[in-house]
Nanobody, 127 residues
Framework: QVQLVESGGGLVQAGGSLRLSCAVS????????MGWFRQAPGKEREFVAV????????YYIDSVNGRFTISRDNAKNTVYLQMNSLKPEDTAVYYC????????????????????WGQGTQVTVSS
């Protein structure tokens, strides 16, 4: 059974940095895209970033472009989200997700394109 496990969340001051990790266990073959979503209190879950299997393609939501970087290490079955210049509005539970059947989803910003999800990790940015 494939599982996604996030780590690296925590409390940080505005302007600080965090690096989230998502380890994929149980996967032994096929190419798959990985994404990050987040859900702030009282809001719907939203797309943050996605990276293709090869790592050559990445997309970001406008509000994090230039501050966040998604990357992956396929040898370690791990995807990362480096978050710099954090703002209070980045406070949310961050979820990693996998599209287990495609190297890049056709609609990468859509939750339904992903079939595997982690349990989430809390990121809190204080002002």
């Amino acid at each position: 059974q494939v599982q996604l496990v996030e780590s690296g969340g925590g409390l940080v001051q505005a302007g600080g940095s965090l690096r989230l990790s998502c380890a994929v266990s149980g996967r032994t073959s096929s190419s798959y895209a990985m994404g990050w979503f987040r859900q702030a209190p009282g809001k719907e879950r939203e797309f943050v970033a996605v990276i293709s299997w090869s790592g050559s393609v990445a997309y970001y939501i406008d509000s994090v472009n230039g501050r966040f970087t998604i990357s992956r290490d396929n040898a370690k079955n791990t995807v990362y989200l480096q978050m710099n210049s954090l703002k209070p509005e980045d406070t949310a539970v961050y979820y990693c997700a996998a599209d287990s059947s495609r190297a890049i989803p056709s609609r990468p910003r859509v939750e339904g394109e992903y079939d595997l999800w982690g349990q989430g990790t809390q990121v809190t940015v204080s002002s």
